[in-house]
């Protein structure tokens, strides 16, 4: 008998969309890889969560959640109280990764290089908290949503209006150069990949909208600097605790006249997007892992932190 697998999909953070997309390519490769699999459309009311996982009998869940909720330890939590094993990190290390402000802590405590940078709590600021450029995001969203690039030039700043649902944000210098992300998978880097778009940044519309993203793998880098990308990459993986699949994202700072090229970490994805346009299926093909095998392996090596 094929295992069971219920793939959760949609959930109610800003990524939703994100996740749709990501849960039906996820549950289409498991079907492919010969798995028994329901997808669940999941809202907030954790009780009818639980209910609805419980009617579906699943041997696994594959978590294609995106955002709040799904990837920073309260669905981990949930599914560890119900003691059914799932993919992805535990609860811990994905509320670490998903508060930037603390995961970033971890990092420099650690040694891993990071942008400088601090926490402004809503009505705190006066002018700028830093030398522009700076980027201000929030503390525990995905896909770039709610970022802003504070240039020199830029009339006001974001935390003068303070767009944001939280009462904290995170400040960090702007890191020029090149985007760089790193697939780890059971703790070993699959390979670097440089993202490039016209828009200048990485934002939530470059990375899903078809074209708005170039990638180049493998990241075009000197030897040794794609060796560290990938050393980063796993460290950080193994810092915050991850298991399955993780994504680091990092800045290539060579634009230094004079100085050698550096890495910055920016972040760690605990579950890093599955749709057409993502970087860990493209960085797994071209180590040789076809999608159906990338979704097979997660399945296979999910766990359950009760």
Known sequence: MSKRVTVLIGGASAEREVSLNSGAA????????????????????????????????????????????GEDGCLQGLLNLMGIPYTHSGLLASAAAMDKAFARSLFAAAGIPVAEGRVVRRGEATGDPLPRPY???????????????VREGTAGSPLDAWPFEAGEVLVEAFIPGREITVAVMGGRALGALEITSDRGFYDYDAKYAPGGSRHIMPAPLPE????????LAEAAHRVLGCRGVSRTDLRYDDTRPGEAPRLVVLEVNTQPGMTATSLV????A?????????????????ACDG
């Open 135 to 149: 980027v201000v995001k929030p503390l525990n969203e995905g896909s770039s949503v709610g970022v802003h690039i």
């Open 286 to 302: 071209h180590a040789g892992i076809t999608f159906p095998d990338l979704v097979r392996w997660m399945v296979e090596e999910a």
């Open 26 to 69: 996820a549950a289409d490769a498991l079907g492919q890889a010969g798995y028994t699999v329901t997808r669940l459309d999941i809202g907030r009311d954790p009780a009818r969560i639980a209910a609805d996982i419980a009617a579906s009998r699943p041997d696994v869940v594959f978590n294609a959640l995106h955002g709040r909720f």
């Open 224 to 231: 040794a600097d794609y060796a560290e990308a990938c050393r």
């Open 281 to 284: 299926p493209e960085i797994a």
